[in-house]
């Protein structure tokens, strides 16, 4: 069975402290997204890696930086908490380069900032 | 720039009665769609596609949608839906030769007993 995983469902952390955030996919996928989902806002790309070291900025990637030193593992990182980025973080994964286009999703991690 | 509007936030229906979620897109470009759900505590899941061919496709669990190019949507449909179906929709277009998914923000649907 394909796998997107989440190293924490749930985090609290206090304002000021540094976050990660990991995903592993076993699928051999290109491609990985981290996204911020708010309610009534919908899925909001932070930023996008189509393969190992590299990287794009989505539509929201201020307060945030990526890591893809492997290919199965793309880690999200808030350099300093912010009460605003209290919210659930999903990762994806992708094929590229074949049509299909599917998102392939982690069960999310919900984080906290107090 | 790409958009994806879900009109309706909420869609409360009693059981065994036939829901639609309406998703519109504004691209004129080639594109691919998606209807994904959310069931509670979990990721998304993919519910059904449109890449090419048929404008009609189905799910394995009953549900249906349509392309439609002229009106640029996309709606979900389910004739019959179950206590089980309560969960929330996304709809989602990429543009063809691109990586951006855009999203739309989501329906609830809500089946009541």
């Known amino acids: 069975d394909v796998k997107v995983t989440q190293s924490s469902r749930y985090l609290v952390k206090r304002t000021g402290e540094k976050v990660f955030l990991e995903c592993v996919q076993d699928?051999?996928?290109?491609?990985m997204f981290w996204y911020r989902q708010d309610p009534g806002l919908g899925l909001r790309l932070i930023y996008f890696?189509?393969?190992?070291?590299?990287?794009e900025k989505g539509d929201i990637p201020e307060g945030y930086s990526v890591s893809r030193e492997k290919k199965e593992r793309f880690s999200l990182i808030l350099e300093s908490a912010s009460t605003n980025q209290t919210s659930m973080y999903l990762c994806?994964?992708?094929?590229?380069?074949?049509?299909?286009?599917?998102?392939?999703f982690g069960e999310g991690s919900r984080l906290t900032v107090l | 720039a790409q958009s994806v509007t879900q009109l309706d936030s909420q869609v409360p229906v009693f059981e065994e009665a036939p829901v639609e979620l309406r998703c519109n897109y504004s691209?004129?470009?080639?594109?691919?769609l998606f209807w994904y759900v959310q069931y509670p505590n979990q990721g998304l899941q993919l519910l059904l596609k449109?890449?090419?061919?048929?404008?009609l496709v189905e799910s394995i669990n009953g549900f249906e949608a349509e392309f439609n190019k002229s009106q640029t949507s996309f709606h979900l449909r389910k004739p019959s839906v179950h206590i089980s179906d309560t969960a929330e929709y996304f709809c989602?277009?990429?543009?063809?030769?691109?990586?951006?998914?855009?999203f739309g923000t989501g329906t609830r649907l809500k089946v009541l007993a």
């Open positions: 994806a994964s992708s094929h590229q380069g074949v049509n299909t286009g599917e998102l392939f």
């Open positions: 699928m051999d996928h290109e491609n």
């Open positions: 890696s189509y393969d190992v070291k590299m990287k």
């Open positions: 691209s004129s470009v080639s594109v691919y």
């Open positions: 449109y890449l090419s061919g048929s404008t």
């Open positions: 989602a277009v990429i543009t063809s030769g691109t990586y951006k998914y855009i």
